[in-house]
């Protein structure tokens, strides 16, 4: 610890003897300054021991003594050493009488113990305690480091918070808690998910400083440290403490940072060759080589190649936009925290997932995608990402043999998700609902328009109603008399009108193709 007035009044060589202020004597000594000034105050920083002969002071005028104190006090000055036997042969009894009113230390020093001595002894103190610190701070860095080669994580948390004489807690990319140490200090640490999140929108590296309640209700003092060097910060570090950290104590947080880093990019090196692998796996799913990717893949992934699968196929609105990383983030952290795999290849512009039926990532992804066209914000996504611009489309449910015609199907889907204007569409909800939804398209009603144009002008001039006539007569599957008592009309009058829509169009009514363009162009401009 650094020097105090206590260790200088105990010195053996000095000889300082304590005048006023007694009680006070643990405050720490940041210098020892000689100034003979009136108002020294301008000069000091706070900390210091001014020492003085009172050469310029009226030391014997109560008032001017007490203003002079007071100043002091103010400024930080921790004390006042005053030598005796040079211009005052004793202390006089206003300065130790303003002493006492404010509160400070005021120390004698004898006439042979020099100001220069008093330095040399702060200044070897401070010496001595930032070697120590030093010294500390390396045992401590050799420990962490010791810990996390033999027990990762969970044992580097545990002698930082040996280190700090505190807690420690380690955040995953989403901001949940993955380790803490002690072991209560993890409901301590979810309390600040929060604060996490918010630390995740800044660059890396990047810290914080936040207050929080301990079991007992007490305050207690918690920095936050992003972990990683990429834009989006992978983990995060939190330290809980009673008091501000001392030297050694920064050195030990210091460490265990750079080490949770080197573990972070080396988890990074590691996932980008698992995702190199992951394209190849996909790669030979698509190609209707099954066999050859579990072989590839081993037990990376798990059963996930062998149970039912869903595919995600992902790409940034508008087209040429970034990757969808933060789908990404989403899903992996989701099936993370349920134990499952996931397999998250990009593929150009695209992202594609597989991930397993009716689980976590499958959730997370339609559950994003709910929540981004609600304009609500997702835990695991990063705030303020600029790839929230994108739409997927979700297969149905397939096995190894079939992912070719699940990637089909959820490019089908992704397809539809962009002209509705969707986030992400289920191939399966295409299947079970009505195809009419999907003429909801520009080049469909330009088409439609067209196809119906010459009926509607017909109709303009008075001479009929060919429009709803045909739509009747479709809509009773060509059956005149049910056909012509819908319109009201004899069923003459409809096969007449209905040869007229012949000659107009230039095509057969007997034709399939024909009724069903006819039929689907009627329903595409009806709520026109």
């Not at 390396?138 to 080669?149: D, M, V």
């Not at 600040?192 to 079991?215: C, I, Q, W």
Request: glycine share 10%; aromatic share 4%; with cysteine.
């Amino acid at each position: 610890m650094p020097p105090t007035l206590a260790s200088l009044v105990h010195h053996s060589t000095l000889k300082l003897t304590v005048r006023a202020g007694g009680d006070r004597l643990d405050a720490p000594v940041r210098w020892a300054h000689a100034s003979e000034l009136a108002d020294p105050v301008p000069y000091m920083e706070g900390g210091e021991l001014l020492l003085i002969t009172a050469l310029k002071l009226d030391a014997e005028d109560p008032q001017a003594m007490r203003r002079y104190v007071r100043r002091l006090a103010g400024a930080g000055v921790v004390g006042l050493g005053f030598a005796v036997g040079v211009h005052y042969a004793d202390i006089p009894a206003a300065l130790v009488a303003a002493a006492e009113e404010a509160g400070l230390p005021l120390i004698e020093v004898p006439r042979r113990t020099p100001f220069l001595a008093i330095s040399k002894a702060v200044s070897a103190a401070i010496a001595a305690d930032q070697y120590r610190a030093v010294t500390d701070g390396f045992a401590a860095q050799r420990e962490l480091t010791r810990r996390a080669l033999g027990d990762g994580p969970e044992g580097l948390l545990g002698a930082l918070a040996a280190q700090v004489d505190g807690w420690a807690a380690l955040y995953d990319a989403a901001g949940e808690v993955v380790a803490a140490a002690p072991e209560w200090a993890g409901r301590r640490a979810a309390g600040l998910t929060a604060d996490v999140r918010r630390l995740r929108e800044r660059p890396a590296p990047a810290s914080a400083v936040v207050g929080g309640t301990d079991t007992n209700g007490d305050g207690d003092r918690v920095e936050l440290h992003s972990i990683g060097t990429s834009r989006r910060p992978r983990a995060a570090l939190a330290v809980g403490t009673a008091t501000t950290l001392g030297t050694a104590e920064r050195y030990a947080l210091h460490s265990a940072v750079a080490l949770l880093t080197l573990t972070t990019e080396r988890s990074r090196s590691l996932h980008a060759a698992e995702q190199r692998i992951g394209t190849a796996v996909l790669g030979m799913l698509l190609a209707g080589e099954p066999d050859h990717a579990r072989t590839v893949a081993g037990d990376l992934y798990g059963a996930l190649l062998d149970a039912p699968f869903r595919l995600v196929v992902a790409e940034p609105v508008p087209a040429g936009g970034e990757l969808p990383g933060a789908l990404a983030e989403v899903v992996e952290a989701a099936a993370a925290r349920a134990g499952e795999a996931v397999l998250v290849v990009p593929q150009g512009e695209r992202l594609v997932v597989l991930a397993a039926d009716g689980g976590a990532a499958v959730a997370a992804c339609a559950e994003y995608a709910a929540a981004l066209e609600a304009g609500r914000t997702v835990p695991d996504a990063p705030a303020g990402g600029a790839d929230e611009g994108w739409v997927a489309g979700l297969s149905a449910p397939s096995g190894p043999i079939g992912a070719s015609a699940a990637y089909k199907q959820a490019e089908q889907a992704l397809s539809v998700a962009r002209r509705r204007g969707r986030r992400c569409v289920e191939h399966e909800r295409l299947a079970a609902g009505s195809v009419l939804p999907l003429l909801a398209d520009d080049a469909v009603r330009a088409f439609a328009d067209g196809l119906l144009r010459a009926l509607h002008d017909h109709d303009a001039t008075g001479r009929g109603d060919l429009v709803a006539s045909l739509r009747a007569w479709l809509s009773r599957h060509g059956q005149w008399d049910a056909a012509a008592a819908d319109l009201g009309v004899h069923r003459h009058t409809l096969r007449y009108r209905m040869r007229r829509v012949e000659e107009i169009l230039g095509r057969s009514l007997d034709d399939p193709d024909v009724r069903m363009e006819l039929w689907l162009a009627l329903k595409a401009t009806a709520h026109q």
